[in-house]
């Protein structure tokens, strides 16, 4: 079993940078492939970005490339998402998910069903 745990949400305004970081817990954390995801009243959940075991493949979101980063900080146990230049669009609950598996996740990433463990999210908000 994995728990996961996002903070770092906050309410900002257009144009400004959060760094949402999700600490996960009960296994090891080399082993997992970690994701973002976001969510919001009456829509799908949406895949934001993710990063390979190795911390060196990482997928983005074209909603994301070029304006957010994802990272991995494996003596920590810990994935962050730094999101720069942010908009009203981001707004969302920012879920953290993992995956155990590895076969064939270039395929896979996008889809949330996918995604074995989740946080329980940390709300983004931002003012225009």
């Known amino acids: 079993q994995v728990h996961l745990v996002e903070s770092g949400g906050d309410l900002v305004q257009a144009g400004d940078s959060l760094r949402l970081s999700c600490a996960a817990a009960?296994?090891?954390?080399?082993?997992?492939?970690m994701a973002w995801f976001r969510e919001v009243p009456g829509k799908e959940r949406e895949f934001v970005a993710a990063?390979?075991?190795?911390?060196?493949?990482?997928y983005y979101a074209d909603s994301a490339k070029g304006r957010f980063t994802i990272s991995r900080d494996d003596a920590k146990s810990t994935v962050y998402l730094q999101m720069n230049s942010l908009t009203p669009e981001d707004t969302a609950v920012y879920y953290c998910?993992?995956?155990?598996?590895?076969?064939?996740?270039?395929?896979?990433?996008?889809?949330?069903?996918?995604?074995?463990?989740w946080g329980q999210g940390t709300q983004v908000t931002v003012s225009s």
């Open positions: 990063v390979r075991k190795n911390g060196e493949e990482t």
């Open positions: 998910a993992a995956d155990t598996g590895d076969v064939l996740y270039s395929v896979r990433y996008p889809y949330a069903r996918e995604y074995d463990y």
């Open positions: 009960g296994r090891t954390f080399t082993n997992l492939i």
